[in-house]
């Protein structure tokens, strides 16, 4: 397994190359579908005036998309540095550099510091090894809501990042990409104190904002 917290073997993967890729596919048709319907939700549930923490945003167009629906501000946190130059220049077209902090780092060693009321994670738990420790870390860290994409446990999302991790390693690149069962994502969260508000699957994704239900503890 490689180092969760080496930077490289994320930054082999998530590149410039795959930035420009990524806003290329933005600009073209908007959000994939299943994170323009968490959008959808959490502006339905009222975004005004909040603050978001985005973990593994990339060139941070759903924040974006947050911020154009009353979100007042949001930091990013990357272990990778590949996506600043191209998320600054989104950010720069869009007037929104002064509304957006980008970090780098590991999530759950700088959780610790910061609080939001909302934290998102769109295909980033299928990123990290240790999936209690990023869920942890982002139970702690919003106030109210944790929205969050991954893989469904079947044969289809399995095959496919079977897939990609043959094609990692054919690359000789380092990171890979982890199907955590779903079941366990949602019972970590239900430990902390988070119910299930918005709940959507397909073939390859599940998509759930999850709620604070109980008071946080002191």
Known sequence: MPDCCNPSAYGDYFDEKEA??????????????????????????????????EVGGGVGALQVELLKVGAEDAINVELSAGYEGVAAELLDREGLGDKVERRIGDFTELAAAMEADDVVMNRVICCYPDMERLMDAATSTTRR????????????????FALANAYSRIRRVDFRAYVHPPDAILEVAGRAGFDVAFHERDLIWHGVVLERTASRAS
């Open 145 to 160: 809501f944790l929205a969050a994409t991954f893989p469904t446990d079947g044969v289809v999302a399995r095959s496919a």
């Open 20 to 53: 420009r890729r990524n806003l290329r596919a933005y600009d073209r048709k908007g959000l994939d579908k299943m994170a323009r319907r968490i959008v959808d939700y959490l502006a339905s549930r009222g975004m005004q005036g909040r603050s978001v923490v």
